[in-house]
């Protein structure tokens, strides 16, 4: 009796190994980001990053190049600091614009957001890392990030059109998936 059990056991187990198909990659380590994929995480580890500040990069050669506009102070000096610490990285050109923080451009930042929210599909507008940012300079509203459908693309730039005391509106939302996110 104690055999047949021992047999029926162990045909289970090898059983159930042949099920699960193992092979030596799914062992293999996580393969090593990409210098692109390490700037990105770098950057959303800025503490004052918020929604309303937009940054982008360039890599040549050793060479990071910052772009973007920011509301956030400090936000661009910590950014060249974190990118430098990226392996491989020796030179940073910080070209981030600091934008005003008026009153005007405030309500609007604030508005916007209250619409997004309310009216939109709000998935896109987390607090720690949003896929949408808004960008308000001098009553222009520039929506910048990723989207994953057309039509929530459409939706926020029509919400955007209509936001009092917006005098342009620029919709750069990308729709799919941010590949440096891996």
């Known amino acids: 009796m104690n055999r047949i059990k021992k047999f029926f056991i162990l045909s289970f187990a090898v059983i159930s190994l042949s099920l699960v198909g193992f092979n030596s990659a799914s062992f293999a380590a996580k393969p090593e980001r990409s210098i692109e ?32 506009k920011t509301i956030s102070l400090g936000t661009k000096q910590a950014a060249a600091a974190y990118v430098k610490e990226v392996a491989g990285v020796k030179n940073v050109v910080n070209n981030i614009e600091e934008l005003p923080i008026g009153s005007f451009d405030q309500a609007i930042r604030r508005a916007a957001y209250r619409t997004f929210v309310n009216r939109g599909p709000a998935q896109y507008f987390s607090t720690t890392h949003p896929d949408v940012r808004i960008i308000v300079e001098n009553g222009r509203l520039t929506l910048e990030g990723f989207v994953s459908r057309q039509a929530d693309s459409d939706t926020l730039n029509i919400l955007a059109r209509g936001i009092p005391n917006v005098f342009e509106v620029t919709n750069n939302l990308v729709v799919g998936r941010d590949s440096r996110r891996s």
């Open 37 to 68: 994929q390490k700037i990105y995480r770098k950057l959303l580890e800025l503490p004052r990053y918020g929604l309303f500040d937009h940054i982008t990069f360039q890599v040549q050669g050793d060479t990071v190049i910052l772009s973007g």
